[in-house]
């Protein structure tokens, strides 16, 4: 904290400087506090408002390393209402940084739509890189990596979630998913019974926490899942069983609510 502090503190070059009118789309630790780059750090005590997901989660963070900016919710209860009054701001010319709980905005998040009515409008955006649970999971599951797809959280019933499962049977490359936890074992349940209950699943939980965990199996065999946990957080991911052996799929899943 002392080197960042100073850091923060020294003074700023012309390529420091904030962009007028700006939305920053700030990443943000998915976990361990420590996975935050210097320049989110930066920007995030600079700008005028900070927009986040839940005040209170992003509160711990900026209490963290000391910033003081104001924030105001966005998420995907009042988006309809923050989204005029945040594209008002911005053509006063303010700055504002967009952050989700954990993660880049906009994957899989209200942040989209803020993003894309920011660029209808011709307003300047901004991407502050930083970490990603699908990226951080996979970069570490052991399956293919020069092909893969994201295919977010399925849809929780019916036929469209039906029509998109058996949309991935002939898919050749990874496949990337978010789920909730209630529904993380029907999910499971419907990926075997589409791709085979011998395709193999990688399951990863807290990641970058205290109690990060990898497990390897089948659909079928998936015990250390299926037993209850105190953690918040739990990816699971999956690879082709032996009659496929020319495919991939990765199934991640974190603990929200969605």
């Known amino acids: 904290m002392q080197t960042l502090r100073l850091w923060l503190n020294s003074p700023k070059s012309v390529d420091n400087e904030l962009v007028e009118a700006a939305l920053y789309v700030v990443g943000t630790p998915i976990g361990n506090l420590e996975d935050i780059t210097f320049r989110a750090v930066r920007i995030l005590a600079a700008v005028d408002l900070i927009a986040a997901e839940d005040t209170r989660h992003t509160g711990k963070l900026l209490h963290h ?36 709980d954990a993660g880049m905005p906009g994957i899989s ?64 490359r990874t496949l990337i998913f978010y789920e909730a936890p209630h529904r993380l074992i029907k999910t499971l349940d419907d990926l075997a019974e589409v791709l085979g209950g011998d395709r193999l699943v990688v399951t990863a939980r807290e990641l970058t926490k205290r109690y990060e965990e990898f497990w390897q199996g089948s ?30 799929y990765q199934l991640q899943q974190r603990y929200r609510q969605r």
Do not use: W
Request: hydrophobic fraction near 30%.
């Open 65 to 100: 390393y000391q910033i003081k900016t104001p924030q105001i919710s966005y998420h995907e209860h009042n988006q309809q209402q923050r989204i005029p009054e945040i594209l008002q701001q911005l053509q006063r010319g303010k700055t504002i940084a967009l952050v989700s």
């Open 219 to 248: 659909l079928e065999v998936r015990s250390p899942i299926t037993k209850p946990h105190r953690q918040k957080e739990n990816l699971p991911s999956s690879s082709p069983g032996p009659q496929h052996l020319n495919r991939q």
């Open 109 to 172: 998040d209200p942040g989209y739509e803020l993003v894309k009515a920011c660029r209808d409008q011709s307003l300047t955006v901004i991407p502050i890189p930083g970490p990603t649970a699908a990226m951080t999971a996979i970069a570490a599951a052991g399956l293919p990596t020069e092909r893969f797809v994201f295919e977010g959280f399925l849809p929780v019933k019916g036929r469209s979630r039906r029509d998109r499962l058996q949309g991935l049977q002939s898919e050749a």
